[in-house]
């Protein structure tokens, strides 16, 4: 049955999910068989969904990132690690609870893992404050950044935030300053870093856990200056309207593909049929390959090359020809 959370294009997959899902309590119920008749309305349903996701717009793939039932930090902290220990507080004002991280053991390796946190009820957003960290949660992650550099341990981030709390009291304590001091001592970082954006990378609150030697992404993640109805109210004065909020999307180059293409990625993480919110632990099992890989490959590098290869990376980028 269609929910709240059911996305507008997702609707014939759930119709026919739902027409699946009858036929087959009214077997159980009357003790019938029926998979032979089952059976090709279940191949419809995957090829259904790989025929939506393959064609999605960079709109729809904004209200996919931004679905509530994605996997968040945590979610990936518990399918893809072990051994988590949540580390707390910037040592200066408080715990950011938008911000989580902590060691934890990749494939036996220990790491430390940083990201973004955000809520699926009401009560959760309000204490994650929707995922949208203050400079203390900056100021915590950088903290855990240096901490894991001093015992020479990996640093695994994980973007998925509409961008860094704008309110009066984030503004007293410094969120610019928390932003590019984080965009600075990143960039030097003597351990390796691979960043993935999970769900909606937005602006300098994303970019703040963004500076890395791979940038990994989720296929159906978007990764953006601004928010798309941030933009079409600025560049058109109408923030709202589907129409002006598909053209933005379309022209910031959000998706994982367009970023891809400009080089500002790495790689893309393949989700399965459905986009990530269909199923954790499949979505959860590639990114785990997609890290284990990453990081065998930075082992190779000594310190200072790391950190020359980083620099080069993003000096690399926006070059263009007249």
Not at 130 to 148: D, I, S, T, V, W
Not at 200 to 224: F, P
Not at 285 to 312: C, F, S, T
Request: proline share 4%.
């Amino acid at each position: 049955m269609a929910t709240a959370t059911t996305l507008e294009f997702e609707k014939p997959i759930v119709e026919l999910q739902n027409q699946i899902d009858e036929l087959k309590k009214m077997a159980e119920k009357q003790q019938l068989t029926v998979g032979d008749e089952i059976a090709p309305l279940e191949k419809r349903l995957a090829d259904l969904r790989v025929e939506i996701y393959r064609n999605l717009s960079p709109l729809q793939r904004v209200l996919v990132a931004r679905h509530k039932d994605r996997p968040f930090t945590l979610d990936y902290v518990r399918l893809s690690f072990t051994d988590f220990i949540e580390l707390h507080g910037d040592r200066a004002f408080r715990d950011d609870a938008a911000i989580v991280g902590g060691w934890a053991r990749l494939d036996g390796e220990t790491v430390m893992i940083i990201g973004q946190q955000r809520g699926r009820d009401t009560k959760e957003n309000l204490r994650r404050n929707f995922g949208m960290p203050h400079p203390e949660g900056y100021r915590k992650a950088l903290r855990l950044m240096k901490l894991a550099e001093k015992f020479q341990v990996p640093v695994l981030t994980f973007i998925d935030t509409p961008g860094a709390w704008a309110g009066l009291g984030a503004e007293e304590r410094g969120q610019s300053e928390a932003i590019a001091r984080n965009l600075l001592e990143m960039s030097q970082l003597q351990v390796p870093v691979i960043a993935t954006v999970i769900g909606e990378g937005g602006s300098g609150g994303a970019l703040a856990l963004g500076v890395a030697d791979r940038v990994l992404m989720m296929e159906n993640a978007v990764y953006s200056v601004i928010t798309i109805e941030g933009c079409a109210a600025i560049l058109w004065k109408d923030g709202k309207s589907p129409a002006m909020k598909e053209r933005a999307a379309s022209a910031l180059r959000i998706t994982a593909q367009d970023l891809y293409e400009l080089r500002v990625i790495d790689e893309i993480v393949p989700e399965p049929p459905g986009g990530a919110h269909a199923n954790h632990d499949e979505t959860a099992h590639g990114l785990q390959q997609a890290l284990m890989r990453n990081l065998e490959e930075l082992r190779k590098y000594k310190p200072d090359k790391l950190v020359r290869r980083r620099r080069e990376k993003y000096l690399r980028m926006g070059q263009y020809a007249e």
